[in-house]
């Protein structure tokens, strides 16, 4: 079974270096899986037996069209009503346990691997059904309409049923797993699950409007944030601007992995947060 990287809490001992590799700037972070304690962990309102590190929420100079929770659910424990916000729609990726989760008037089992995209209104409840923690993403964002399209439907789907797709003149060295169609414009967020083999690379410095955060299932990589070089492995966060230039160079000695946001598919907004004219 594929391994996926998840905080595993506690707190270094009192003899640790306190040096990390955080980094927080105008145009990245890095949140690397040593500062994932349990002093940083929330508890949310309407859930039972759980913790979450939020590792993103939409503030000024930071994630501007998302949030992004690690989630680590009890035996037995959840919500009946996980989804606090109207019109918010939802990603989940299934790491560690089993997980039930109702998507409008179906239940559905994940266990690690499992992904489940729920339109806004669709999430209910959430419990973790596993004699082991259930620990999961889960992305949440606001939806934004387009005219002519109804939200996308609730999907449910599974890592290893999707063949990775391959980038042109790779050889397989970066690949792209998809969950959803990427033709399918009713979708404004696209969740991923980005491949590299060993010696696989970001060949040149990306520059583009969408929005980034990555959580590193495995491995580890050099990463190319906007002006630097960074070091990350399984378990840390990049959280990347708009225009924020990136590559990637994957040494090895395994394959590196991690989970992509990205916001898609919409017309840059004039008005409003994160534009020039007033709302309306």
């Known amino acids: 079974m594929t391994g996926y990287a998840a905080p595993t809490g506690g707190l270094p ?109 669709a999430l209910g409840a959430v419990r973790s059904t596993g004699a082991e923690p259930a620990r999961f993403h889960w992305i949440r964002k606001l939806y934004e309409p387009a005219p002519g399209l109804e939200p996308p439907p609730p999907l449910v789907a599974d890592e290893a049923r999707i063949p990775p797709a391959p980038m042109p003149g790779t050889a397989g060295r970066w690949a792209t797993t998809r969950f959803v169609d990427p033709a399918d414009l009713r979708h404004d967020m696209h969740v991923t699950i980005v491949t590299f083999e060993p010696g696989g690379t970001i060949p040149f410095e990306e520059t583009h409007v969408m929005e980034h955060g990555l959580y590193v299932l495995e491995g580890k990589a050099v990463y190319r944030l906007n002006r630097d070089w960074v070091e990350v492995e399984a378990g840390d966060y990049m959280w990347l601007r708009a225009f924020c230039p990136q590559a990637c160079y994957a040494g090895g000695p395994g394959r590196f992995r991690y989970l992509l946001y990205k916001d898609v598919n919409r017309h840059a907004r004039l008005r409003g947060p994160g534009a020039f004219g007033p709302s309306r």
């Open 13 to 121: 001992p009192q003899t640790a270096l306190h040096t990390g590799r955080a980094v927080f700037t105008e145009a990245y972070a890095v949140i690397p899986k040593g500062v994932m304690s349990d002093i940083v962990t929330s508890l949310l309102p309407g859930w039972e037996g759980t913790r979450a590190w939020i590792i993103a929420r939409p503030m000024t100079g930071f994630s501007e069209t998302f949030s992004h929770y690690l989630m680590e659910v009890a035996p037995g424990g959840g919500s009946a009503a996980p989804e606090p916000e109207a019109g918010a729609e939802g990603a989940i990726f299934v790491t560690h346990g089993r997980l039930a989760l109702t998507l409008g008037e179906r239940e559905h089992a994940l266990s690690p691997g499992g992904f489940a995209y729920a339109p806004p209104g």
